[in-house]
């Protein structure tokens, strides 16, 4: 053993230090790893946040979809770092014939149109129903019960719901009739819960606000009144807060048969004072008239306990009901929003598979492609897929030029973008500030 003055000391001093100074090493290397790891977290984090928009392809089978897959992923993702892709998987649906198909991408692309719209008016309304805690929206915006970029990025046909044996014609009526009536049965809710709040919203600003407009239940007792008099009756007087000198100086001689000092306040807020006054029934309508003369205000109010109490009672169960309707109804909105996402999805889905057949013909060989694009590349990946599929449309050629407002039956359908492949956009954001 040795002391503290032994001269082996430096010798343990000098195993600490070089001990320290690996911990330190340790430290800063996990320090580094750590922070390139949290940058890459954030730079995660904003870009997801950042983007909602997906583009849902397809592209025409090389000798197999698998590559197709492997082509445009790996120009696209791998070589380029332009998008995340993901295969979007459509089940073999039943074709039909031609006309059949040229007919039903137009009806496909209205109700496209109108299944969006439904969704993004649930969404918007389960919004409003959240009031103070709107700011929870986005976790109770679910699809399947997963976040909606998952379910669109993992996304599997409903066979039970949309049966893939039933014509396309068919399966586009069921979702039609099944959001049609998720959209009547909006309207119908809405508007009884919006009265509901309505009525309610109506009777507690009555509570609160200026004295010339405010309920006076809740302000006035009893003793304010001479009630039950065969001649004689209180009124209610606002009087502007300015005018509390010329009230008192002069009120008992706005007209003849004013009980004297029978005025009392009995409130006041910023602007006026409520008064009392009593004074013989027959001169009730003279006193009114000189008494708005002088700027006097007689409220049009009689003391009567029972009506004071139903309108207290009223509000009690107005606010009664709207928490009884609040949670019901939260839960419908959020399982219809889904119902309405999911069938939104299918939708999309149906049109990549009806626009594929067109443009590419028979027998069905295509690869149908999510695509998430990063925010500042999207100009070069929309500029490298038309490198890869210009050839498929020689009036659009490799230049990758779109034609805007094309209208070809069955080749575009009216879309403002076109081209060489097929191509429709997603957004995924339901948190808009754009009201529909």
């Known amino acids: 053993m040795f002391g503290l003055g ?9 195993s600490s230090d070089q ?3 690996e911990k330190c090493s340790k430290w800063k290397r996990k320090e580094k790893i750590l922070k390139k790891d949290t940058a890459s977290l954030v730079s995660v984090t904003e870009h997801e946040e ?10 025409p089978g090389d000798k197999t979809c698998q590559q197709t897959w492997e082509t445009m992923n790996n120009t696209t993702s791998k070589q380029n770092s332009l998008c995340t892709n993901y295969k979007f998987h459509i089940p073999d649906l039943k074709v039909g014939t031609l006309d059949q198909l040229v007919g039903l991408s137009d009806d496909l692309g209205k109700l496209d149109a109108f299944v969006e719209q439904v969704t993004r008016k649930v969404a918007s309304y389960l919004g409003e129903v959240l009031e103070d805690q709107r700011d929870k929206l986005q ?7 997963t976040d909606l970029p998952s379910y669109l990025t ?66 006035v007792k009893k003793e304010h009144f001479i009630l039950d008099s065969e001649y004689l009756q209180t009124l209610i007087v606002i009087v502007p807060k300015n005018s509390f000198q010329e009230w008192n100086a002069t009120y008992e001689k706005i007209t003849d048969m004013i009980v004297p000092r029978s005025s009392q306040l009995i409130t006041q807020d910023n602007e006026f004072g409520l008064y009392t006054v ?38 009690t169960k107005l606010a009664t009901d709207k928490k009884k309707q609040f949670g019901p109804l939260v839960r419908w909105l959020k399982v219809n929003f889904s119902e309405c996402f999911c069938a939104w999805i299918h939708v999309k889905a149906l049109r990549v598979f009806v626009e594929s057949v067109l443009r590419y013909g028979l027998p069905v060989n295509f690869q149908a492609i ?48 076109y081209y060489p492949y097929v191509y429709y956009k997603l957004n995924v954001d339901m948190i808009e500030t754009k009201q529909l």
Do not use: C
């Not at 027959?282 to 309108?311: C, N, P, S």
């Open 6 to 14: 032994s001269p082996n000391e430096p010798s343990s001093s000098r």
């Open 19 to 21: 001990s320290e100074k």
């Open 50 to 59: 950042e983007m909602t928009e997906y583009w849902l392809v397809s592209a």
């Open 139 to 145: 976790e109770n915006l679910m699809a399947n019960n």
């Open 154 to 219: 993992r996304f599997q046909w409903d066979i039970a719901k949309y049966p893939i044996k039933q014509s396309l014609r068919n399966i586009a009526d069921i979702i039609s009739k099944q959001v049609g009536q998720i959209d009547a049965d909006l309207k119908t809710k809405s508007s009884a819960y919006n009265n509901l709040k309505g009525s309610l919203q109506s009777l507690e600003k009555k509570q609160t606000g200026s004295l010339l407009t405010r309920n006076l239940a809740d302000l």
């Open 278 to 315: 009593t004074l013989f029934k027959k001169v009730i309508d003279e006193f009114k008239h000189h008494a708005r003369e002088r700027k006097f205000i007689v409220r049009d109010f009689t003391y009567d306990e029972e009506q004071l109490a139903a309108g207290k009672n009223e509000i």
């Open 370 to 417: 999510l695509i998430h694009p990063h925010k500042k590349t999207m100009k070069r990946l929309r500029d490298v897929l038309n490198q890869l599929y210009g050839h498929l449309d020689g009036s659009v050629g490799h230049q990758g030029a779109n034609m805007d407002n094309v209208d070809i039956p069955g080749l575009g359908f009216g879309q403002s973008e």
